[in-house]
């Protein structure tokens, strides 16, 4: 699994990309399904808005959060992620 990690209106720290792969790492557990996935964090004035894009086989999953710091954003994606994954993992069972 690849995750490509980018800042737009803010600078990419190490602290923030670890914090993003050990999360994105943890969802490798549920299934080998994800192939890539693009992170993409901003900063708007008082927000701070993560989004994430997955590559998984036959389709491409995307989900977005938006919290006042940067880690709960993080948090609130990673949740929505892990919810389209098991929704996915569903439909393909059927």
């Known amino acids: 699994m ?3 990690t980018q800042g737009v209106g ?3 720290t190490d602290a923030l990309k670890d914090y993003v792969n050990d999360k994105f790492k943890k969802l490798e557990r549920k299934g080998d399904l994800i192939t890539s996935i693009s992170v993409t964090l901003t900063v708007d004035k008082l927000s701070q808005k993560a989004k994430a894009d997955l ?3 036959g389709d491409n ?5 938006e919290a006042e710091s940067m880690y709960a954003a993080i948090d609130a994606l990673i949740d929505k992620v892990d919810r389209q994954l098991v ?3 569903e439909k393909l069972k059927d």
Do not use: C, D, F, S
Request: aromatic share 6%; hydrophobic share 45%.
């Open 2 to 4: 690849q995750i490509n």
């Open 10 to 12: 803010l600078k990419l």
């Open 55 to 57: 590559a998984v086989p």
């Open 61 to 65: 999953l995307h989900a977005e959060a």
């Open 87 to 89: 929704k996915y993992k």
